[in-house]
């Protein structure tokens, strides 16, 4: 009787330590860590030799039982694998981004986007209509503050660039907006400008554009710059 009993607590001894890796294992798949195929298949080895070893000879495991645990350790490894490949076709899309991107230096380029550059007292606004509306625009400083505002004018449907002069503000970058009164998706307000420079960080890929910043997937059309 104490043989079979110390036997029994060797075996729940055993199965505390094996299962746990094992479980932790399948949590550390499921919420996406690093875990690789090799080592679930090692857990589910070690699993099932400490069951082997510490089995009733009398009364032994179904085969199903090993079955199912085979197959539950076979399908995560074989979704760590394909998870593997996509992150690799990621990085490698990734690349092919930055390539197209930098493609785009020197070119014109247009996007969504609220923002223009004023140089020696004039700066550009584009933006597109659906339909024929009447439209607002106003300029922005830094701080958000109005500083300039064109009083509403009739523009058909399509895209427009409207011309600022006179303006009294020193050089550089400013916000905009332009609006229909009572719709406020009337509008889309685009930006445009040479690209200068391409910067691949945690945002994604983005084109530097006179000082601003622009996402790739937000490129409407790229042009040829003007000599």
């Known amino acids: 009787m104490a043989l079979e009993s110390e036997k029994t607590m060797n075996v729940s001894s055993a199965l505390s330590t094996i299962l746990p890796q094992a479980n932790e294992a399948k949590s550390l798949y499921s919420d996406g860590s690093d875990t690789s195929a090799d080592a679930l298949q090692t857990d589910f080895l070690k699993l099932l030799t ?42 490698s899309m990734g690349g092919s981004n930055l390539s197209q991107a930098v493609s785009y230096i020197g070119s014109n380029v247009v996007s969504e986007g609220n923002q223009t550059t004023v140089k020696e007292g004039e700066a550009d606004v584009m933006f597109e209509l659906g339909k024929t509306s009447d439209v607002t625009i106003a300029l922005y400083d830094a701080s958000g503050t109005e500083i300039q505002r064109l009083d509403p004018q009739t523009y058909h449907a399509g895209e427009w660039n409207v011309k600022l002069t006179d303006l009294q503000q020193a050089d550089g970058i400013y916000s905009f907006k332009a609006w229909v009164e009572g719709d406020s998706s009337a509008v889309t307000t685009l930006e445009s400008g040479i690209v200068t420079g391409v910067i691949n960080g945690a945002n994604g890929t983005e084109l530097n554009i006179g000082g601003r910043t622009v996402a790739l997937e937000n490129i409407r059309r790229v042009e040829q710059a003007n000599s």
């Open 50 to 91: 400490t069951q082997l070893q510490y089995q009733d000879p009398l009364e032994p495991m179904e085969n199903t039982d090993f079955t199912s645990q085979l197959a539950q350790f076979s399908s995560l490894s074989a979704q760590q694998k394909s998870n593997d490949l996509l992150n690799k076709l990621l990085t």
